[in-house]
């Protein structure tokens, strides 16, 4: 027979651990919008003392991670790089493989889908090597 208190132990575990799994990741969320909202606010304030073309740049990508287009996968550069979805991607893996590697950024622009504005957005995230 199980006893009332054995019952109500098993719950009151399960309700931390699942208390605890929530606090994660609310913590997770909140930190990843803190620091986005500094790096934003840091660039946005260099960019309003010397507007250059670079500091738009940087605004733009703040929030993406840099990506090697001669190796990830499709779904890492369409994650990656601004105004690039799976298909343009996926396009950007089937050009590499028929063509090999990518020698510069512009050569990028040989795929469809890809210009020079996408290029610009993208110009501090895309890497070669």
């Not at 304030?45 to 840099?66: F, G």
């Not at 499709?74 to 990656?80: P, Q, Y």
């Not at 590697?101 to 890497?127: C, D």
């Amino acid at each position: 027979m199980i006893e009332y208190s054995e019952v109500t132990d098993e719950c009151y575990g399960h309700s931390l651990t699942l208390l605890r799994t929530i606090l994660m990741k609310t913590l997770s969320k909140f930190l990843a919008l803190a620091i986005s909202s500094m790096l934003l606010l840091t660039a946005a304030s260099t960019a309003i003392a010397d507007p250059s073309e670079e500091m738009r740049s940087l605004v733009v990508t703040a929030d993406y991670h840099p990506v090697n287009v001669n190796e990830a996968s499709a779904s890492e550069i369409a994650g990656a790089m601004r105004g690039v979805g799976l298909k343009t991607a996926a396009a950007i893996v089937a050009y590499r493989k028929a063509n090999g590697p990518f020698k510069t950024t512009q050569s990028l622009t040989a795929v469809k889908g890809i210009g020079a504005k996408t290029l610009l957005k993208n110009e501090r995230v895309i890497l070669l090597e």
